[in-house]
């Protein structure tokens, strides 16, 4: 679809005609089945890696159209977010040293990339939410500026008919609402793919399916957003929400969302699938380049089915079956989406090889699923999965109920051995990527586990965002050194730098947790919550979350020392709220904050953005990055 000038589809006769060759080349597909002409007699891995782009204080930096410019190399391409980059990786044929040939290949392209980034005094990540991601690294002016991602954005608003609404559960809760779905911008991905026998696409599509929880469970690396601890891999969830077009009758009917996991096992066919997906979803794009693919199988030329491609990068299965062609020959190939970028490129390829050995050492047993468990099963598996990574207890054939680490050790990676053994892969190759998910599960040492442990002994030592910059800090210069993840140090809050990474905007270092009331609450409310608190300022929002304005314990006192006589009918926090209380922005720098602090003679700023209330910075927050500053230089003049 990136090669392709596709639009929004909205016009009536484009649609028309866009669909007539859609059903074409549904038609092609299975005619090109029929007659056996899809690639058999050879199995190709691919692989598609995302990341992300750090700016010199490890926030994401939106240099993407340059870099891409200064590369000038077909294999890279955009994504989204103006701080993410894309590159495709030559497919290579499932044997022999084709692991360790992919491992080069990542490294040599993420090398290249790497290098031309730091001409822009910026680095690469490789994580599947970016730690210290910020909500304003997500506004609409990040967008890539290319005109398909605007008609993506486009339809996706117009299908949707109001804003996206996220809300995701875990050791905390994130819950926001936005008129366009760029939470998406946070997530990066290694996308891998297997080229799959027509004869044995079901049997292969359904295990597929089976194995992608355990897979995942081994392989999480997203569990932070905003500084929220979320799901294990809260990309599953954060993708899902953001791309979900149905609004609230579609709930009600059960309707499946374009981010889905599926809801059945296929039985017959791969046009099962293809069908299904045309049948319940409309057009979100179209283009005008297709051909008229049965006049050219009638010509004895194989047809692209470019109208079904561009419809099927639409629909975001997890796992998606897709068509393609290579060196002339027509094949079917299952991509796998669900697992995370990082935490380094050995993680990385010992995950690929780990599903590849799955794939390609299906057992009998795990032949004609549908008959041997509920596809209920595994969609449980899946979400449970990503919300709880090794800790999920899987409930699997036989109606087994076995713990993630005992499954995936005792059952898949036998079972993947075998499967690479088939394929007669380097024995060193295959016995140091498995070995990795071995050691990985058995210490149960995951990206996840490591950042919210990094997190969790950080949070008590950093101030503000400086735990989030720390552990991006630390990821970055772990990737570098090139040793698995269950081989990393935690990180250490020196990581995040000097100050200016860690308090040079108010965003940095602003108070989020706030206690608020309305302009209608008593006084007496007020002055309790205060006191409970220990706070000396209290914010006035409206039902909406807008600022109305701020009640500071000096205004508190002012009034009880007030002689006025109609005090007894002044009881709402509105009749002596400041009206006009003196705001900041969160993209503010430190240093103009504190200026403005001098200049209105205030000790406390409400952050607003938007109109909306979103933090508050005090005389008493700045005194804390003072007294760091103040150690930090110090340190170093003692050093």
Not at 468 to 493: M, N
Not at 581 to 600: F, G, L
């Amino acid at each position: 679809m990136g090669d392709l000038n596709v639009r929004e589809a909205v016009d009536t006769d484009s649609i028309k005609k866009f669909t007539h060759a859609l059903l074409e080349d549904i038609r092609a597909l299975e005619v090109l089945i029929n007659r056996g002409m899809i690639e058999s007699d050879i199995t190709r891995v691919g692989a598609e890696q995302e990341l992300c782009m750090l700016d010199q204080y490890w926030r994401p930096a939106p240099i993407v159209m340059d870099v891409l410019a200064e590369l000038n190399d077909p294999l890279f391409t955009t994504e989204l977010a103006r701080f993410n980059i894309e590159f495709n990786m030559d497919p290579l044929i499932f044997t022999g040293d084709c692991l360790s040939q992919m491992e080069k290949d990542l490294k040599r392209l993420l090398k290249k990339v790497e290098k031309v980034v730091c001409k822009f005094n910026a680095d690469i990540i490789l994580c599947g939410i970016v730690p210290s991601i910020r909500t304003i690294d997500i506004e609409i002016d990040n967008m890539t500026p290319m005109q398909r991602y605007q008609a993506l954005f486009s339809s996706l608003q117009r299908m949707r008919g109001g804003p996206f609404e996220y809300h995701i559960q875990g050791t905390d809760e994130l819950v926001f609402k936005q008129d366009f779905p760029s939470f998406e911008f946070c997530n990066t991905s290694f996308q891998i793919h297997y080229q799959v026998k027509p004869d044995d696409f079901i049997d292969a599509y359904n295990f597929s399916k089976l194995i992608t929880a355990p897979v995942l469970a081994a392989a999480t690396n997203s569990p932070l957003l905003f500084g929220k601890r979320l799901w294990k891999e809260t990309r599953i969830a954060l993708f899902q929400q953001a791309i979900d077009t149905r609004n609230l009758s579609h709930h009600l009917r059960r309707g499946r969302g374009r981010v889905s996991f599926s809801d059945q096992w296929i039985r017959d066919s791969i046009m099962e699938i293809f069908q299904d997906d045309v049948s319940r979803f409309r057009l979100l794009l179209y283009t005008d380049k297709y051909e008229d693919s049965l006049k050219m199988l009638n010509a004895g030329k194989i047809p692209d089915l470019t109208a079904l491609k561009v419809f099927n990068g639409t629909i975001y299965r997890w796992n998606r079956a897709c068509y393609g062609i290579f060196e002339g020959v027509p094949h079917l190939r299952i991509e796998n989406r669900v697992l995370p970028a990082g935490p380094t490129v050995v993680d990385e390829v010992a995950n690929a090889a780990f599903w590849f050995g799955l794939m390609h050492g299906l057992p009998d047993e795990y032949r004609n699923l549908p008959d041997k468990i509920e596809f209920d099963h595994a969609v449980d598996n899946f979400v449970n999965a990503a919300r709880n990574g090794l800790d999920t207890g899987f409930c699997w054939l036989g109606n087994k109920r076995i713990p993630a680490r005992e499954l995936i050790l005792k059952e898949l990676l036998p079972i993947a051995h075998e499967g690479l053994k088939k394929a007669n892969i380097n024995p060193k190759d295959r016995s140091r990527f498995l070995d990795i998910i071995e050691a990985r599960v058995r210490l149960q040492k995951t990206g996840s586990r490591w950042i919210l442990d990094s997190f969790n002994s950080l949070k008590e030592q950093g101030y503000g965002d400086e735990t989030l910059v720390a552990i991006t800090a630390g990821i970055v210069s772990r990737q570098k050194r090139g040793k698995p993840v269950h081989e990393w140090s935690l990180a250490k809050i020196e990581e995040a730098g000097n100050w200016i990474n860690k308090f040079g905007r108010v965003e940095q270092m602003m108070s989020t947790d706030l206690f608020t009331v309305q302009k209608d609450d008593l006084i007496d409310l007020v002055i309790n919550i205060m006191k409970w608190k220990k706070i000396h300022h209290i914010p006035v929002e409206g039902k909406q979350g807008e600022l109305l304005g701020l009640i500071t314990s000096g205004r508190i006192i002012k009034y009880y020392a007030s002689d006025c006589l109609e005090k007894e009918n002044m009881k709402s926090a509105g009749d002596i709220m400041i009206t006009d209380p003196v705001t900041v922005t969160p993209e503010m720098s430190t240093i103009a904050a504190v200026s403005m602090m001098q200049k209105h003679r205030v000790d406390c700023m409400p952050v607003v953005k938007s109109g909306r209330l979103i933090g508050i910075v005090t005389e008493h927050d700045f005194l804390k990055i003072s007294a760091r500053l103040l150690e930090e230089i110090f340190g170093k003049v003692a050093q």
